[in-house]
């Protein structure tokens, strides 16, 4: 089970939204917080099913236990720490206080990128798309995605990088 923060939504689907239904079919189901969800106005709820994207619906308990206040966290970002260790899965963020926190709980964690990768060691993808996927992740998003993630990435998939 893979908890899917906003950030990541966001990458995959300014590059290319059905990267998540690959995911979903060939590494693991994609659970997204409906909080988290409202971040990114990129999906709309009608778009998550077709994408393999598994809406969860936060308990009130979760809900306040999110909305309190943790480090650098945003309510939002608690709640993908809760899902992941509430239900045994793995985090996915390139959000740098959520991966300490996450570190601290010993909840599993995956850089969006990394799950690209994953994602052609399974056979979901070919190296080429996850070449072009990463490049305009990079692209869109250099500060988070710099060029040591493209590098490193490529390098794991046995592409030649162009950076």
Known sequence: ?????????????????????????????????????????EIAEADCTPLGITLVEPDVDQLLTAAQRRGRLSMQDHLCLLLAKER????VTNDRPLRRECKAQSVPLIWGVELICKL??????????????????????????????VRSAFARLGIESCL
């Open 1 to 41: 089970m893979l908890i899917l923060d906003a950030n990541i939504l966001v990458d995959y689907a300014h590059c290319d939204d059905s990267i998540c239904a690959l995911i979903s079919t060939h590494v693991g189901t994609i659970h997204v917080a409906t909080p988290v969800l409202g971040e990114v106005k």
């Open 88 to 91: 045994g899965g793995t985090c």
């Open 120 to 149: 052609v060691e399974v056979g979901g993808l070919t190296s080429e798309g996850a070449k072009d996927v990463i490049s305009c992740i990079h692209r869109n998003n250099p500060r988070y995605i710099s060029q040591d993630v």
